[in-house]
């Protein structure tokens, strides 16, 4: 799943460190987002979209896969 988090955390210029304390997680949290390595549950992904006023479906983009869909 890719995210807007780098960006938008970036156009508020805003640190890492500060967007994690402001979220309540550790500043390896936000990175492991922002890189992909990390999907965050969705209490979290709410967090995140409440925090800069969007909704998840405008920070995070879910691609299928295609293996389980249907032919």
Known sequence: MKNRVEELRK?????????AKAIRVSRQTVSSIETGKYNPSLELAF???DFFGK?????????RSGKNEKK
């Open 11 to 19: 156009e508020r210029k805003l640190s890492q460190d500060e967007f």
């Open 47 to 49: 967090t995140i979209s």
């Open 55 to 63: 909704t998840i479906e405008e920070i995070f983009i879910f691609e």
